[in-house]
Protein backbone atom coordinates (compact mmCIF):
# COMPACT_ATOMS: atom_id res chain seq x y z
CA UNK A 1 0.00 0.00 0.00
CA UNK A 2 1.11 3.48 -0.63
CA UNK A 3 0.85 6.60 1.35
CA UNK A 4 -2.61 9.02 0.26
CA UNK A 5 0.10 11.58 -0.83
CA UNK A 6 3.81 13.08 0.52
CA UNK A 7 5.63 10.41 0.48
CA UNK A 8 4.25 8.83 -2.51
CA UNK A 9 5.13 4.80 -3.38
CA UNK A 10 6.12 4.50 0.32
CA UNK A 11 4.43 2.91 2.93
CA UNK A 12 4.15 4.05 6.41
CA UNK A 13 6.44 1.18 7.63
CA UNK A 14 8.87 2.26 5.22
CA UNK A 15 8.20 6.11 5.73
CA UNK A 16 8.85 5.41 10.12
CA UNK A 17 11.88 3.02 8.76
CA UNK A 18 12.92 6.08 6.55
CA UNK A 19 12.72 8.38 9.43
CA UNK A 20 14.99 6.31 11.74
CA UNK A 21 17.72 5.71 9.13
CA UNK A 22 18.13 9.48 8.43
CA UNK A 23 18.67 10.22 12.41
CA UNK A 24 20.79 7.25 13.03
CA UNK A 25 18.67 5.57 14.89
CA UNK A 26 18.09 2.39 12.62
CA UNK A 27 20.31 0.18 14.34
CA UNK A 28 19.78 1.69 18.22
CA UNK A 29 19.89 -1.17 20.95
CA UNK A 30 18.07 -0.40 23.47
CA UNK A 31 14.13 1.11 23.50
CA UNK A 32 12.59 3.66 24.09
CA UNK A 33 12.57 5.91 20.56
CA UNK A 34 13.19 9.34 21.46
CA UNK A 35 10.16 10.76 19.30
CA UNK A 36 10.07 14.01 20.89
CA UNK A 37 13.32 14.83 19.30
CA UNK A 38 12.81 12.95 15.97
CA UNK A 39 9.64 15.53 16.08
CA UNK A 40 11.66 18.64 16.98
CA UNK A 41 15.37 17.45 16.03
CA UNK A 42 14.41 15.53 12.83
CA UNK A 43 11.21 16.73 11.24
CA UNK A 44 11.83 20.46 12.86
CA UNK A 45 8.24 20.28 14.56
CA UNK A 46 7.63 21.85 17.50
CA UNK A 47 5.63 19.79 20.16
CA UNK A 48 3.46 21.66 22.31
CA UNK A 49 0.39 20.61 24.45
CA UNK A 50 -3.09 22.44 25.64
CA UNK A 51 -5.82 21.30 27.95
CA UNK A 52 -8.48 21.72 25.77
CA UNK A 53 -7.48 21.61 21.59
CA UNK A 54 -10.99 22.77 20.69
CA UNK A 55 -10.20 26.26 21.50
CA UNK A 56 -7.25 26.91 19.84
CA UNK A 57 -7.07 29.24 17.48
CA UNK A 58 -7.54 27.47 14.15
CA UNK A 59 -9.62 24.76 15.01
CA UNK A 60 -12.92 25.17 12.87
CA UNK A 61 -16.10 26.14 15.45
CA UNK A 62 -17.77 23.02 14.18
CA UNK A 63 -15.29 21.19 15.86
CA UNK A 64 -15.90 23.72 19.46
CA UNK A 65 -17.48 20.80 21.48
CA UNK A 66 -15.77 17.64 19.94
CA UNK A 67 -12.66 15.89 22.44
CA UNK A 68 -9.49 16.19 20.22
CA UNK A 69 -5.99 14.22 21.34
CA UNK A 70 -3.98 15.61 18.92
CA UNK A 71 -3.66 18.65 16.04
CA UNK A 72 -1.26 19.23 13.09
CA UNK A 73 -0.55 22.77 11.88
CA UNK A 74 1.60 22.41 9.32
CA UNK A 75 2.35 25.97 7.81
CA UNK A 76 3.05 26.10 11.70
CA UNK A 77 5.39 23.07 12.15
CA UNK A 78 3.11 22.43 15.34
CA UNK A 79 1.98 19.85 16.70
CA UNK A 80 -0.45 19.87 19.37
CA UNK A 81 -1.31 17.07 22.12
CA UNK A 82 -4.16 17.17 24.44
CA UNK A 83 -2.63 18.11 27.77
CA UNK A 84 -4.70 15.51 30.03
CA UNK A 85 -4.27 12.24 27.67
CA UNK A 86 -0.73 13.02 27.82
CA UNK A 87 -0.48 13.53 31.63
CA UNK A 88 -2.43 10.37 31.96
CA UNK A 89 0.10 8.48 30.03
CA UNK A 90 3.22 8.72 28.67
CA UNK A 91 2.89 6.07 26.08
CA UNK A 92 -0.57 7.43 24.67
CA UNK A 93 1.12 11.35 24.25
CA UNK A 94 4.36 9.26 22.87
CA UNK A 95 1.73 7.89 20.13
CA UNK A 96 0.10 10.51 19.46
CA UNK A 97 3.17 12.50 18.73
CA UNK A 98 4.49 9.77 16.60
CA UNK A 99 0.94 9.48 15.20
CA UNK A 100 1.00 13.71 13.85
CA UNK A 101 4.52 12.80 12.62
CA UNK A 102 3.11 10.11 10.10
CA UNK A 103 0.47 13.06 9.04
CA UNK A 104 2.77 15.11 8.58
CA UNK A 105 5.79 13.04 6.34
CA UNK A 106 2.76 10.92 4.89
CA UNK A 107 0.37 13.25 3.87
CA UNK A 108 1.55 17.08 4.21
CA UNK A 109 5.32 17.20 3.78
CA UNK A 110 5.83 19.43 0.61
CA UNK A 111 2.68 20.98 0.15
CA UNK A 112 2.56 24.57 -0.26
CA UNK A 113 -0.79 25.00 1.90
CA UNK A 114 -0.78 21.57 4.17
CA UNK A 115 -4.16 22.03 5.15
CA UNK A 116 -4.95 21.25 9.64
CA UNK A 117 -5.17 18.15 10.70
CA UNK A 118 -7.53 17.69 14.08
CA UNK A 119 -7.12 13.53 15.30
CA UNK A 120 -10.20 12.56 17.56
CA UNK A 121 -8.92 10.02 20.16
CA UNK A 122 -10.44 6.86 18.46
CA UNK A 123 -8.50 8.35 15.36
CA UNK A 124 -5.21 8.39 17.22
CA UNK A 125 -5.13 4.56 18.25
CA UNK A 126 -2.84 1.76 18.62
CA UNK A 127 -5.36 -0.47 19.30
CA UNK A 128 -7.89 -0.59 17.29
CA UNK A 129 -7.34 1.07 14.25
CA UNK A 130 -8.96 3.80 12.41
CA UNK A 131 -11.80 4.13 10.07
CA UNK A 132 -10.41 6.67 8.00
CA UNK A 133 -7.79 5.49 5.34
CA UNK A 134 -5.57 8.19 6.40
CA UNK A 135 -5.76 7.94 10.12
CA UNK A 136 -5.02 4.26 9.81
CA UNK A 137 -2.20 5.33 7.61
CA UNK A 138 -1.03 7.30 10.39
CA UNK A 139 -1.46 5.01 13.30
CA UNK A 140 0.67 2.46 11.19
CA UNK A 141 3.60 4.94 10.95
CA UNK A 142 3.35 5.45 14.18
CA UNK A 143 3.42 1.75 15.58
CA UNK A 144 6.47 1.25 13.35
CA UNK A 145 7.93 4.18 14.31
CA UNK A 146 7.84 3.87 18.32
CA UNK A 147 8.19 -0.25 17.94
CA UNK A 148 10.10 -0.97 14.71
CA UNK A 149 10.21 -4.11 13.71
CA UNK A 150 14.15 -5.36 14.04
CA UNK A 151 14.47 -4.06 17.78
CA UNK A 152 11.20 -5.55 18.81
CA UNK A 153 12.18 -8.72 17.42
CA UNK A 154 15.31 -8.44 19.71
CA UNK A 155 13.33 -7.32 22.91
CA UNK A 156 10.40 -9.28 22.81
CA UNK A 157 12.43 -12.62 22.71
CA UNK A 158 14.50 -10.82 25.55
CA UNK A 159 11.37 -10.76 27.20
CA UNK A 160 9.50 -13.62 26.68
CA UNK A 161 6.79 -11.82 24.24
CA UNK A 162 6.05 -10.39 27.89
CA UNK A 163 3.42 -7.94 26.15
CA UNK A 164 3.45 -5.50 29.75
CA UNK A 165 7.04 -5.41 29.88
CA UNK A 166 7.99 -4.89 26.24
CA UNK A 167 5.12 -1.61 26.44
CA UNK A 168 6.97 -0.89 29.31
CA UNK A 169 10.51 -0.76 27.77
CA UNK A 170 9.11 0.78 24.53
CA UNK A 171 6.99 3.22 26.17
CA UNK A 172 3.79 2.78 24.64
CA UNK A 173 0.11 1.45 25.98
CA UNK A 174 -0.32 -2.13 26.27
CA UNK A 175 -2.58 -2.18 23.30
CA UNK A 176 -0.59 -0.46 20.79
CA UNK A 177 1.83 -3.51 21.80
CA UNK A 178 -0.19 -6.40 21.30
CA UNK A 179 -1.06 -4.58 18.23
CA UNK A 180 1.90 -4.25 16.67
CA UNK A 181 2.78 -7.95 18.20
CA UNK A 182 0.25 -9.28 16.15
CA UNK A 183 0.98 -7.10 13.25
CA UNK A 184 4.19 -8.73 13.09
CA UNK A 185 2.72 -12.48 13.34
CA UNK A 186 4.93 -12.56 16.78
CA UNK A 187 2.25 -13.56 19.32
CA UNK A 188 1.14 -16.91 19.31
CA UNK A 189 -2.29 -18.06 19.40
CA UNK A 190 -2.88 -18.41 23.40
CA UNK A 191 -1.77 -14.98 23.74
CA UNK A 192 -4.21 -13.07 20.88
CA UNK B 1 4.85 -34.48 28.84
CA UNK B 2 1.53 -33.14 30.09
CA UNK B 3 0.28 -31.13 33.22
CA UNK B 4 -3.07 -29.72 33.95
CA UNK B 5 -2.94 -26.14 35.71
CA UNK B 6 -5.76 -24.28 37.77
CA UNK B 7 -5.99 -21.53 40.14
CA UNK B 8 -7.20 -19.46 43.20
CA UNK B 9 -9.80 -22.18 44.39
CA UNK B 10 -9.55 -19.83 47.26
CA UNK B 11 -9.83 -22.94 49.29
CA UNK B 12 -10.71 -22.42 53.45
CA UNK B 13 -11.46 -18.83 52.31
CA UNK B 14 -14.57 -16.96 52.45
CA UNK B 15 -16.32 -17.26 49.23
CA UNK B 16 -18.59 -14.41 47.59
CA UNK B 17 -19.16 -12.74 50.52
CA UNK B 18 -17.53 -11.01 53.42
CA UNK B 19 -20.30 -12.69 55.57
CA UNK B 20 -22.13 -15.61 55.16
CA UNK B 21 -25.90 -14.78 55.32
CA UNK B 22 -27.56 -17.76 55.46
CA UNK B 23 -29.96 -18.42 58.51
CA UNK B 24 -29.33 -21.00 61.24
CA UNK B 25 -31.65 -24.28 60.62
CA UNK B 26 -32.72 -26.04 63.07
CA UNK B 27 -31.22 -29.34 64.03
CA UNK B 28 -34.08 -31.62 62.57
CA UNK B 29 -33.55 -29.49 59.25
CA UNK B 30 -29.40 -30.90 59.29
CA UNK B 31 -29.85 -34.20 60.50
CA UNK B 32 -32.57 -35.05 57.77
CA UNK B 33 -29.82 -33.19 55.34
CA UNK B 34 -27.41 -35.61 56.85
CA UNK B 35 -29.59 -38.74 55.80
CA UNK B 36 -29.69 -37.43 52.21
CA UNK B 37 -26.31 -35.86 51.16
CA UNK B 38 -27.18 -36.19 47.28
CA UNK B 39 -30.08 -34.20 48.12
CA UNK B 40 -29.34 -30.62 46.51
CA UNK B 41 -30.93 -28.65 49.31
CA UNK B 42 -27.92 -29.97 50.81
CA UNK B 43 -25.43 -27.42 48.69
CA UNK B 44 -27.40 -24.76 50.33
CA UNK B 45 -26.13 -25.10 54.04
CA UNK B 46 -24.12 -21.93 55.13
CA UNK B 47 -20.51 -23.88 55.35
CA UNK B 48 -19.87 -23.68 51.84
CA UNK B 49 -16.07 -23.49 52.48
CA UNK B 50 -16.10 -26.87 54.03
CA UNK B 51 -18.55 -28.71 51.77
CA UNK B 52 -16.01 -27.30 48.62
CA UNK B 53 -13.07 -28.10 50.85
CA UNK B 54 -14.30 -31.83 50.97
CA UNK B 55 -15.15 -31.90 47.42
CA UNK B 56 -11.75 -30.66 46.44
CA UNK B 57 -10.45 -33.59 49.22
CA UNK B 58 -12.45 -36.40 47.05
CA UNK B 59 -11.11 -34.49 44.33
CA UNK B 60 -7.49 -35.08 45.14
CA UNK B 61 -7.95 -38.65 46.59
CA UNK B 62 -9.67 -39.69 42.92
CA UNK B 63 -6.38 -38.19 41.23
CA UNK B 64 -4.13 -40.21 43.83
CA UNK B 65 -6.16 -43.17 43.15
CA UNK B 66 -5.37 -42.42 39.55
CA UNK B 67 -1.59 -42.46 40.06
CA UNK B 68 -1.43 -38.78 39.07
CA UNK B 69 0.44 -36.52 41.23
CA UNK B 70 -1.15 -33.41 42.33
CA UNK B 71 0.65 -30.44 43.35
CA UNK B 72 -0.71 -27.29 46.19
CA UNK B 73 0.91 -23.95 47.11
CA UNK B 74 -0.46 -21.05 49.02
CA UNK B 75 -1.52 -18.16 47.66
CA UNK B 76 -2.94 -14.68 48.79
CA UNK B 77 -5.42 -16.05 51.46
CA UNK B 78 -3.76 -19.13 53.15
CA UNK B 79 -2.42 -17.09 55.89
CA UNK B 80 -4.29 -18.54 59.22
CA UNK B 81 -6.55 -15.94 59.86
CA UNK B 82 -6.86 -17.25 63.64
CA UNK B 83 -4.46 -19.11 64.83
CA UNK B 84 -6.60 -21.47 66.24
CA UNK B 85 -7.98 -22.31 63.38
CA UNK B 86 -4.72 -22.68 61.55
CA UNK B 87 -3.63 -23.33 57.90
CA UNK B 88 -6.37 -25.13 55.46
CA UNK B 89 -2.74 -26.53 54.36
CA UNK B 90 -2.52 -28.92 57.47
CA UNK B 91 -5.87 -30.14 56.31
CA UNK B 92 -4.21 -31.21 52.86
CA UNK B 93 -1.45 -32.93 54.72
CA UNK B 94 -3.12 -34.80 56.85
CA UNK B 95 -5.02 -36.42 53.50
CA UNK B 96 -1.49 -36.94 51.45
CA UNK B 97 -1.65 -34.08 49.03
CA UNK B 98 1.93 -32.45 48.34
CA UNK B 99 1.24 -28.84 49.97
CA UNK B 100 3.98 -25.97 49.11
CA UNK B 101 3.05 -23.34 51.95
CA UNK B 102 5.93 -22.42 54.42
CA UNK B 103 9.06 -22.19 51.68
CA UNK B 104 10.25 -23.05 48.08
CA UNK B 105 10.46 -26.41 47.04
CA UNK B 106 11.42 -28.30 44.27
CA UNK B 107 9.47 -31.39 43.79
CA UNK B 108 10.31 -34.27 41.61
CA UNK B 109 7.63 -35.83 40.06
CA UNK B 110 9.28 -38.29 37.11
CA UNK B 111 11.27 -36.42 35.01
CA UNK B 112 9.59 -33.14 35.77
CA UNK B 113 10.86 -30.75 38.04
CA UNK B 114 8.47 -28.62 39.49
CA UNK B 115 9.29 -25.39 41.51
CA UNK B 116 6.85 -24.62 44.16
CA UNK B 117 7.01 -21.01 45.44
CA UNK B 118 4.53 -20.43 48.36
CA UNK B 119 2.74 -16.18 48.43
CA UNK B 120 4.95 -14.05 49.98
CA UNK B 121 3.41 -10.95 51.43
CA UNK B 122 6.23 -8.83 49.55
CA UNK B 123 6.95 -8.48 46.64
CA UNK B 124 11.14 -8.33 47.21
CA UNK B 125 10.67 -11.47 48.98
CA UNK B 126 9.09 -13.25 46.20
CA UNK B 127 11.39 -11.94 43.91
CA UNK B 128 14.52 -13.28 45.87
CA UNK B 129 12.62 -16.82 46.75
CA UNK B 130 12.26 -17.35 42.86
CA UNK B 131 15.44 -15.88 41.79
CA UNK B 132 17.39 -18.65 44.25
CA UNK B 133 15.72 -21.48 42.48
CA UNK B 134 18.09 -23.43 40.55
CA UNK B 135 16.93 -25.45 37.51
CA UNK B 136 17.54 -29.20 37.62
CA UNK B 137 19.28 -29.84 34.36
CA UNK B 138 18.92 -34.05 34.91
CA UNK B 139 14.96 -32.71 34.31
CA UNK B 140 13.21 -32.80 31.03
CA UNK B 141 11.09 -29.93 31.93
CA UNK B 142 11.67 -27.40 34.58
CA UNK B 143 8.40 -25.50 35.74
CA UNK B 144 7.72 -22.57 38.35
CA UNK B 145 4.71 -22.38 40.23
CA UNK B 146 3.63 -19.35 41.92
CA UNK B 147 1.40 -16.83 43.22
CA UNK B 148 1.80 -13.38 42.71
CA UNK B 149 0.02 -9.91 40.46
CA UNK B 150 2.58 -8.59 37.90
CA UNK B 151 3.31 -4.80 38.11
CA UNK B 152 2.55 -4.90 34.20
CA UNK B 153 -0.70 -6.32 34.71
CA UNK B 154 -3.92 -4.49 35.70
CA UNK B 155 -6.93 -5.73 37.00
CA UNK B 156 -10.02 -4.36 37.76
CA UNK B 157 -10.45 -6.86 40.88
CA UNK B 158 -8.10 -6.32 43.84
CA UNK B 159 -7.70 -8.58 47.01
CA UNK B 160 -5.87 -8.64 50.54
CA UNK B 161 -2.36 -9.59 50.47
CA UNK B 162 -1.66 -9.16 46.84
CA UNK B 163 1.59 -8.58 45.66
CA UNK B 164 2.76 -7.52 42.18
CA UNK B 165 6.08 -8.53 41.01
CA UNK B 166 8.46 -6.67 38.84
CA UNK B 167 7.95 -8.50 35.26
CA UNK B 168 11.63 -7.95 34.71
CA UNK B 169 12.09 -11.38 37.23
CA UNK B 170 10.57 -13.38 35.18
CA UNK B 171 12.79 -12.77 32.35
CA UNK B 172 15.54 -13.70 34.54
CA UNK B 173 14.35 -17.46 35.24
CA UNK B 174 14.87 -20.09 32.48
CA UNK B 175 11.80 -22.13 33.18
CA UNK B 176 10.04 -23.96 30.35
CA UNK B 177 6.41 -23.08 32.23
CA UNK B 178 5.49 -20.45 34.75
CA UNK B 179 1.78 -21.63 36.25
CA UNK B 180 0.83 -18.47 37.52
CA UNK B 181 -2.08 -17.77 40.33
CA UNK B 182 -3.84 -14.55 42.01
CA UNK B 183 -4.95 -13.05 38.50
CA UNK B 184 -9.03 -14.17 38.39
CA UNK B 185 -9.53 -13.81 34.57
CA UNK B 186 -7.76 -16.10 31.90
CA UNK B 187 -4.58 -14.40 30.53
CA UNK B 188 -0.99 -15.22 29.42
CA UNK B 189 1.29 -12.44 30.18
CA UNK B 190 4.07 -14.17 28.67
CA UNK B 191 4.70 -16.53 26.02
CA UNK B 192 5.61 -19.25 28.81
CA UNK B 193 3.93 -18.09 31.99
CA UNK B 194 -0.22 -18.00 32.45
CA UNK B 195 -3.05 -17.54 34.50
CA UNK B 196 -5.90 -19.82 34.35
CA UNK B 197 -8.19 -17.55 36.40
CA UNK B 198 -10.13 -18.43 39.50
CA UNK B 199 -12.71 -21.23 39.46
CA UNK B 200 -15.71 -19.24 39.92
CA UNK B 201 -16.28 -15.39 39.99
CA UNK B 202 -15.81 -15.37 43.75
CA UNK B 203 -17.56 -11.95 44.29
CA UNK B 204 -19.35 -9.03 42.76
CA UNK B 205 -16.37 -7.31 41.63
CA UNK B 206 -14.82 -10.09 39.58
CA UNK B 207 -16.91 -10.12 36.66
CA UNK B 208 -14.57 -9.99 33.97
CA UNK B 209 -12.74 -12.25 31.88
CA UNK B 210 -12.76 -16.14 31.32
CA UNK B 211 -12.15 -18.63 33.11
CA UNK B 212 -10.47 -21.93 32.33
CA UNK B 213 -8.51 -24.80 33.48
CA UNK B 214 -4.90 -25.11 31.41
CA UNK B 215 -3.80 -27.96 30.00
CA UNK B 216 0.15 -27.44 29.16
CA UNK B 217 1.88 -29.82 26.91
CA UNK B 218 5.86 -29.17 28.00
CA UNK B 219 7.21 -31.13 25.39
CA UNK B 220 5.77 -29.03 22.03
CA UNK B 221 7.50 -26.17 23.91
CA UNK B 222 6.13 -22.07 25.00
CA UNK B 223 4.89 -20.68 21.56
CA UNK B 224 3.65 -23.34 19.50
CA UNK B 225 0.07 -23.55 19.26
CA UNK B 226 -0.25 -27.14 21.23
CA UNK B 227 2.00 -25.60 24.48
CA UNK B 228 -1.16 -24.35 25.58
CA UNK B 229 -4.45 -25.43 25.78
CA UNK B 230 -7.99 -23.81 27.50
CA UNK B 231 -11.05 -25.84 28.91
CA UNK B 232 -12.70 -22.50 29.34
CA UNK B 233 -15.87 -23.45 31.49
CA UNK B 234 -19.06 -21.40 32.49
CA UNK B 235 -18.20 -20.24 35.74
CA UNK B 236 -21.60 -19.80 38.47
CA UNK B 237 -23.99 -17.51 37.79
CA UNK B 238 -23.93 -14.18 39.97
CA UNK B 239 -27.44 -12.54 40.35
CA UNK B 240 -27.15 -8.47 41.35
CA UNK B 241 -30.74 -7.73 42.46
CA UNK B 242 -31.14 -4.59 43.00
CA UNK B 243 -34.56 -3.30 45.12
CA UNK B 244 -35.72 0.53 45.20
CA UNK B 245 -36.76 1.47 49.19
CA UNK B 246 -37.56 4.89 49.03
CA UNK B 247 -40.36 5.45 50.78
CA UNK B 248 -41.93 2.08 50.25
CA UNK B 249 -43.50 -0.08 53.47
CA UNK B 250 -42.71 -4.05 54.11
CA UNK B 251 -44.85 -4.87 51.59
CA UNK B 252 -44.05 -2.89 48.91
CA UNK B 253 -39.90 -3.76 49.20
CA UNK B 254 -41.37 -7.72 48.71
CA UNK B 255 -43.88 -6.88 45.78
CA UNK B 256 -40.69 -5.13 43.75
CA UNK B 257 -38.29 -7.72 44.99
CA UNK B 258 -41.14 -10.04 43.31
CA UNK B 259 -41.05 -8.35 40.26
CA UNK B 260 -37.18 -8.17 39.87
CA UNK B 261 -36.80 -11.61 40.52
CA UNK B 262 -39.24 -12.30 38.00
CA UNK B 263 -38.03 -14.12 34.77
CA UNK B 264 -34.35 -14.08 36.07
CA UNK B 265 -32.28 -17.46 36.07
CA UNK B 266 -31.93 -18.42 39.14
CA UNK B 267 -31.17 -21.70 39.96
CA UNK B 268 -27.56 -22.58 41.12
CA UNK B 269 -26.85 -19.19 41.22
CA UNK B 270 -24.87 -16.64 44.25
CA UNK B 271 -27.71 -13.77 44.24
CA UNK B 272 -26.91 -10.82 45.94
CA UNK B 273 -29.55 -8.37 47.04
CA UNK B 274 -29.27 -5.25 47.97
CA UNK B 275 -31.93 -2.58 49.67
CA UNK B 276 -31.26 0.81 48.56
CA UNK B 277 -32.30 3.70 50.43
CA UNK B 278 -34.14 1.14 52.94
CA UNK B 279 -35.46 2.07 56.41
CA UNK B 280 -34.57 0.79 59.74
CA UNK B 281 -38.20 0.02 60.99
CA UNK B 282 -39.16 -1.29 57.47
CA UNK B 283 -36.10 -3.30 57.05
CA UNK B 284 -36.85 -4.62 60.42
CA UNK B 285 -40.68 -5.96 59.19
CA UNK B 286 -39.82 -7.43 56.18
CA UNK B 287 -40.57 -11.24 55.88
CA UNK B 288 -36.78 -12.75 55.88
CA UNK B 289 -38.91 -16.29 55.17
CA UNK B 290 -40.61 -14.92 51.95
CA UNK B 291 -36.88 -13.48 51.11
CA UNK B 292 -35.74 -17.15 51.86
CA UNK B 293 -38.58 -18.75 49.71
CA UNK B 294 -38.07 -16.17 46.84
CA UNK B 295 -34.05 -16.84 46.41
CA UNK B 296 -34.53 -20.59 47.60
CA UNK B 297 -33.15 -22.17 44.10
CA UNK B 298 -29.82 -20.06 45.05
CA UNK B 299 -26.92 -21.76 46.31
CA UNK B 300 -26.21 -18.88 48.35
CA UNK B 301 -27.56 -15.37 48.94
CA UNK B 302 -26.23 -12.33 50.17
CA UNK B 303 -28.51 -9.39 51.65
CA UNK B 304 -26.94 -6.16 51.81
CA UNK B 305 -28.75 -2.99 52.69
CA UNK B 306 -26.90 -0.35 50.25
CA UNK B 307 -24.74 2.50 50.14
CA UNK B 308 -25.56 4.33 53.31
CA UNK B 309 -27.09 1.51 55.32
CA UNK B 310 -29.99 1.68 57.02
CA UNK B 311 -31.62 4.77 57.48
CA UNK B 312 -33.69 6.71 60.01
CA UNK B 313 -37.10 8.22 58.05
CA UNK B 314 -36.98 11.72 57.70
CA UNK B 315 -32.95 11.61 57.50
CA UNK B 316 -31.07 13.62 54.90
CA UNK B 317 -28.94 11.38 52.27
CA UNK B 318 -26.91 14.56 51.34
CA UNK B 319 -23.43 12.89 53.16
CA UNK B 320 -23.82 10.53 50.43
CA UNK B 321 -24.03 13.02 47.38
CA UNK B 322 -21.93 14.77 48.68
CA UNK B 323 -18.92 12.86 48.38
CA UNK B 324 -18.90 12.64 44.57
CA UNK B 325 -19.69 16.19 44.11
CA UNK B 326 -16.44 16.74 46.61
CA UNK B 327 -14.29 14.40 44.61
CA UNK B 328 -15.02 15.54 41.33
CA UNK B 329 -14.74 19.59 42.67
CA UNK B 330 -10.96 18.67 44.11
CA UNK B 331 -9.35 16.29 41.96
CA UNK B 332 -6.44 17.63 40.26
CA UNK B 333 -6.70 17.84 36.74
CA UNK B 334 -4.30 15.56 36.26
CA UNK B 335 -6.39 12.43 37.53
CA UNK B 336 -9.04 10.52 36.12
CA UNK B 337 -11.77 11.77 38.11
CA UNK B 338 -15.01 9.35 36.96
CA UNK B 339 -12.31 6.10 37.83
CA UNK B 340 -11.36 7.83 41.37
CA UNK B 341 -15.11 8.30 41.83
CA UNK B 342 -15.98 4.28 40.53
CA UNK B 343 -13.64 2.90 42.66
CA UNK B 344 -13.97 4.80 45.36
CA UNK B 345 -18.12 4.21 45.32
CA UNK B 346 -17.38 0.83 45.41
CA UNK B 347 -15.46 0.44 48.90
CA UNK B 348 -18.05 2.95 49.95
CA UNK B 349 -20.82 0.62 49.08
CA UNK B 350 -18.93 -2.63 50.71
CA UNK B 351 -18.07 -0.78 53.66
CA UNK B 352 -21.24 0.74 54.07
CA UNK B 353 -23.03 -2.74 53.63
CA UNK B 354 -20.80 -4.23 55.90
CA UNK B 355 -21.20 -1.95 58.65
CA UNK B 356 -24.94 -1.61 58.11
CA UNK B 357 -25.71 -5.44 58.03
CA UNK B 358 -23.32 -5.80 61.27
CA UNK B 359 -25.79 -3.33 62.87
CA UNK B 360 -28.79 -5.19 61.56
Redesign the interface.
Known amino acids: MTSSSGEARMTPEESAAALLDAYGLSELQDPPIPVDELAEEAEGLDVQEH ?1 DLSTLPGVPPELAATTLSGLLFPIDKRIWVAA ?1 EA ?2 SSGRRRFTIAHEIGHWRLHHRGQARGRAVFCRPDEVDGGQGAAKKVEAEANRFAAALLMPGHLLRVEAE ?8 L ?2 RFEVS ?1 AAMHVRLTALDLL ?4 R | MRIVHLADTHLGFKQFSAMDHSRPEPARVRRLRRLAPGDRDDDRTSAGRFRAMAEAIDGFTRLQEAGVPAIVIAGNHETPRFRSGGSVFEVLERVSIEAVWSEPRTIRVGSLALHAVPHEPHAEALERDILGLSLDTSADANVLVMHTGLETVKSSYSEVNQVELDPEALTRVEFDYIALGDLHRFQAPQVNAAYPGSLERLDFNDLDGEKAVLEVDLSAGAGNREFLRRHEYVPRLLVDLQVDCTECGPDVVLARLKGEIEGRELDGAVARLRLEAVERDVYHALDFDLIDHLLAPCLHKILSVGRGGLRTAGASDGSELSFEAFARASMPATVDADAVVTIARRFLDDAAAEEAEAQA
Open positions: PLARECRLNVGLARQPEYM
